[in-house]
Structures are given as structure tokens and as C-alpha cells.
């Protein structure tokens, strides 16, 4: 079936560790982004790409990265975890930015991050 | 900037009922409005949208208005049943200068529906 698929779906990591969240998409789709989803605070951007090899950050960047060397992949990277970063982390797409503000996203299933 | 609220949960519910979940936003210029719905273990899905005042989104029983002169979008069924219970969340589109294609959400509302 045709969506942004998210790997893995669980996670525990220790303080220090390093991991890459994976996201994929075949629906080619331009736009991607990574959201980070914590309990009374809604959805808050993290970072996102308007197409392969161009990426930017949102609102709460610091302690991740991302690259796009491919429109179906858009991986996001932790460097060094935090219990600061346990969190539901959600992957989206649309086909372009433009239409991301008009008629929304599609999402992936999440992947659950604990950092002990 | 702009904001969504949405209120508090969760709500309770019977087999049956009426559902209404408020939401009004602050925002500049002209957003996009959305409704997500996030079943238990599951990512969000775009539930319905509108994308200018006045315009209706409906999906599945559900509606709501794009009030402009109330800055609300609240989300609305007329008889909800158990498998309709969820986490909704509020959303609308931040057209401002950053251009990121960012959405804005609301904090979700959790939905419990009793048989």
C-alpha cells in the first residue's frame, strides 16, 4: 500500500547513544518532515525538506539531523540521545510544501523512543 | 504567532451521543484548517479539512466550519460510536513568513465513547 513507512516502530537507547529513525515514502512526494509528538503539547516541527538534497530546520532542531539524498528517504539521525528526546516521533509528507499548507499530510505510524 | 486551542479532555461519552470538540486559532493571513484523528497505537490521519472561511470539511459523520468571524473549527457528529474513540487533534497551516509548510496542532482532545 501506497505511504510513509516508519522504522522501528519501538526504541529504547541509552543516554549517549546514537540512532537513525528511517522514513520512507513512494508516493514521490517533494515534501517531507519529522515531528516529535510529546503528551499536552501537541505536534512540533523538527526539521524538513522541500526535496532531495535540500533540507531546513523547524521549531525544536537541536539534537537531531537529517539528510535527503533521495526523494522516498528522509532519515533523521540522533547523535547523541537524551532523555530529553523520549518522545513519539511522526514522519510526514505531502507533494510539495505548498500543498502541505492547503490540503495537509500524509503520516507515518510513528516510532515510540525512550531514552534512559 | 499562530496558535490552535483546543479543549481540554478527555471526553466521555455514550454509544449514541453528540460530539462536539471546540477549537479556535489565532492566526495571520488565510490558513488551511484540519482535523486529525489518532487511533490508539497508530500515526495521525487527516480526518477532514477546509481551506477558506465558510467551507464545510466532512468525513465519516463528522463536521465542522471554517468560522472566520469566530476564529473556531469545531469539530462536530451527530452520533458517535465506540470505534470513534481517539485522540482528535486541531490543526491549521502556517502560510507566515518562515514558508516551512509547517502545520500547527492543538495539544488533541482524547474522545472515550461508552458502550
Known amino acids: 500500500n501506497a505511504g510513509v513507512t516508519q522504522t522501528p516502530k519501538f526504541q529504547v537507547l541509552k543516554t549517549g547513544q546514537s540512532m537513525t529513525l528511517q522514513c520512507a515514502q513512494d508516493?514521490?512526494?517533494?515534501?517531507m518532515s519529522w515531528y516529535r509528538q510529546d503528551p499536552g503539547m501537541g505536534l512540533r516541527l523538527i526539521h524538513y525538506?522541500?526535496?532531495?538534497?535540500?533540507?531546513d530546520q523547524g521549531e525544536v532542531p537541536n539534537g537531531y539531523n537529517v539528510s535527503r539524498s533521495t526523494t522516498e528517504d528522509f532519515p533523521l539521525r540522533l547523535l547523541s540521545a537524551a532523555p530529553s528526546q523520549t518522545s513519539v516521533y511522526f514522519c510526514?509528507?505531502?507533494?510539495?510544501?505548498?500543498?502541505?499548507?492547503?490540503?495537509?499530510?500524509?503520516f507515518g505510524s510513528g516510532t515510540r523512543l525512550t531514552v534512559v | 504567532g499562530n496558535s490552535v486551542t483546543q479543549m481540554e479532555g478527555p471526553v466521555t461519552l455514550s454509544e449514541e451521543a453528540f460530539l462536539t470538540i471546540n477549537c479556535t486559532y489565532t492566526?495571520?493571513?488565510?490558513?488551511?484548517l484540519f482535523w486529525y484523528v489518532q487511533y490508539p497505537g497508530e500515526g495521525l490521519q487527516l480526518l477532514l479539512k477546509?481551506?477558506?472561511?465558510?467551507d464545510k470539511g466532512s468525513n465519516k459523520g463528522f463536521e465542522a466550519t471554517y468560522r472566520k468571524e469566530t476564529t473556531s473549527f469545531h469539530l462536530e457528529k451527530g452520533s458517535v460510536q465506540v470505534s470513534d474513540s481517539a485522540v482528535y487533534f486541531c490543526?491549521?497551516?502556517?502560510?507566515?513568513?518562515?514558508?516551512?509548510?509547517?502545520?500547527?496542532f492543538g495539544q488533541g482532545t482524547t474522545l472515550q465513547v461508552k458502550p
Open positions: 492566526a495571520t493571513g488565510y490558513p488551511s
Open positions: 508516493m514521490n512526494h517533494e515534501y
Open positions: 510526514a509528507s505531502s507533494a510539495s510544501r505548498d500543498r502541505a499548507t492547503i490540503y495537509g499530510y500524509t
Open positions: 525538506s522541500v526535496g532531495a538534497g535540500i533540507t
Open positions: 477546509a481551506t477558506k472561511a465558510d
Open positions: 490543526a491549521l497551516s502556517d502560510r507566515g513568513s518562515s514558508n516551512t509548510g509547517k502545520l500547527i
